[in-house]
């Protein structure tokens, strides 16, 4: 319980940290085009500075809704369960916590950069995603406009609800510490994505501490090159307001096998660094 309200706090304390940085930085360079990331990528971090009244709206308003959200949701969530194996149910219920959690925190998202296919859901497609917040998964929730299963560490099974829920909408989990045990997960996915079902993957296998694009971990586009499904690269504008979610161009893995793996990430990192490093659209 401890680990899991961590969490919420952090999604409810995020989207101030975020309107504070962005008014110090509209009052310090009025009109200024912001490049995005530039404070991750400078050498010296910035010093996060939150207000007594933000702490208060975040700790006493915040994430007790988003606790109920949670909490209520995530019951019921788990009740449909038991009638519906497919997980479109539960997707539903994720997606309604999401909206309902964006819309509390009041942070604005644009979504840029996506081709006329950015979204076609007409053949399997890896969507690998950068983890720059606790917001990450509620904005997916609410801009990828279909169902999706989600690659996910096997400790979030720990967290009350949430990894209730994960378990029970056929994500795919995955136990790095015994990468054997989630033989049968990877090959459930594999037969999912081949038939269609969207993949959400985080390359980097973790939410990044500063800022910057982590390494890839090895293998992580194993499933999409036996797929042979195309992977799109999404990176995230936090730093000011309104938030941006950026789609990149599909990368084809068709005639690609495991032997390119590396070649692979090698170029979504490089697609996914290029919307990272990208000046904020007007």
């Known amino acids: 319980m401890v680990c899991r309200q961590s969490t919420l706090n952090k999604i409810a304390t995020t ?61 019921v969530s788990l009740i449909c369960s038991l009638f519906d194996r497919n997980g479109r149910i539960q997707h539903k219920f994720a997606r309604l916590w999401s909206r309902l959690v964006m819309k509390t925190i009041l942070s604005p998202v644009k979504v840029t950069g996506m081709s006329s296919d950015g979204f076609d859901n007409s053949k399997p497609r890896v969507y690998a995603v950068t983890h720059a917040s606790a917001l990450d998964i509620p904005i997916l929730y609410v801009f990828l406009p ?72 090895p293998g992580t586009f194993f499933l999409a090159i036996k797929a042979q499904a195309d992977i799109v690269p999404i990176a995230y504008h936090i730093k000011c307001q309104p938030l941006e979610m950026r789609v990149g161009e599909p990368i084809s893995t068709a005639g690609l096998t495991v032997r390119d793996t590396e070649a692979v990430s090698a170029r979504v990192k490089a697609a996914i660094e290029t919307l990272h490093s990208a000046p904020r659209t007007t």
């Open 146 to 217: 279909f169902q999706f299963r989600i690659i996910f560490k096997s400790e979030l099974l720990a967290y009350p609800f949430v990894g209730w829920h994960l378990k029970r909408s056929a994500q795919v989990c995955i136990n790095q510490k015994n990468p054997a045990a989630s033989i049968g997960a990877v090959k459930s996915a594999l037969r999912s994505l081949r038939g269609g079902m969207p993949l959400v993957i985080f390359p980097e296998g973790g939410r990044t501490s500063d800022g910057r694009i982590q390494p890839f971990l």
């Open 15 to 75: 989207a101030e940290l975020e309107k504070e940085q962005a008014e110090l930085r509209s009052a310090g360079q009025p009109g200024a085009a912001v490049p995005a990331w530039s404070e991750g990528q400078s050498g010296a971090r910035p010093v996060r500075r939150h207000g007594w009244p933000s702490r208060l709206r975040s700790y006493f308003i915040l994430a007790p809704l988003i606790w109920a959200y949670t909490i209520i949701l995530g019951t």
